[in-house]
């Protein structure tokens, strides 16, 4: 049984913070790692993907990527309100077959 | 450019019911997945579709059933309709089943 695995939360920051989301998974062929945002009532939103080993930045958000450790995350910077969400790391193994897996997701609450 | 739609927004079907729900990718995908989310977890795989031939199915019983057409858009059957159905669907769409997945807005389905 292919496993993510992210804390529940809720995580707390204040307003300018940098938030650090956590994701850890069980499937060693796993090749693409996804990070949607999902507000209350909403539908995931993808926010990041990344392929390789290393950090990807795209404006205020970076994923990291640690094949070894199985292990992704997610930083936002300067943290505002509206990146108050539920984040749900997804991954996905090397077929084209097999299904993206998700998190049952963090809950982030940025207090202004 | 027009995202992924769904149709019906909310459905209120009774027990032992049958439904269909519907998706429209993004122009120029060809592959489109289909999710259950259940209140507090991720998303779900149900089924996996790529130029009209199904290419993945989760853990999900025969009574979930679904297709593609030939201009891409899909359907999501559910027959006999039990309570513990009653859920967000989620249609996505990706360019192929080797990339990114977009998700639609979703349709929630409550069963009573």
């Known amino acids: ?112 | 450019d027009a995202g992924v739609t769904q149709s019906p927004t909310h459905l209120i079907k009774t027990r032992g019911q049958h439904v269909t729900l519907r998706c429209s990718p993004i122009s120029g995908h060809k592959s489109v997945s289909w999710y259950q989310q259940v209140l507090g977890q991720g998303p779900q795989f149900i089924f996996q579709y790529y130029e009209k031939e199904e290419r993945g199915r989760g853990n999900f019983p025969d009574r979930f059933s679904a297709r593609q057409f030939p201009n891409y858009s899909s359907e999501l059957n559910v027959n006999a309709l039990l309570l513990g159905d009653s859920a967000l669907y989620l249609c996505a769409s990706s360019p192929d089943v080797h990339y990114e997945q977009y998700f639609g807005p979703g349709t929630r389905l409550t069963v009573t």
């Open chain 1, 1 to 112: 049984q292919k496993e993510v695995e992210q804390n529940s939360g809720p995580l707390s920051v204040p307003e300018g913070a940098i938030a650090s989301l956590n994701c850890t998974y069980s499937d060693r062929g796993s090749q693409s790692f996804f990070w949607y945002r999902q507000y209350s009532g909403k539908s995931p939103e993808l926010i990041m993907f990344i392929y390789s080993n290393g950090d990807k930045e795209d404006g205020r958000f970076t994923a990291q990527l640690n094949k070894a450790s199985q292990y992704v995350s997610l930083l936002i910077r300067d943290s505002q309100p509206s990146d108050s969400a539920t984040y749900l790391c997804a991954v996905k193994g090397n077929s084209g077959n097999t299904p993206l897996v998700f998190g049952k997701g963090t809950r982030l609450s940025v207090i202004a």
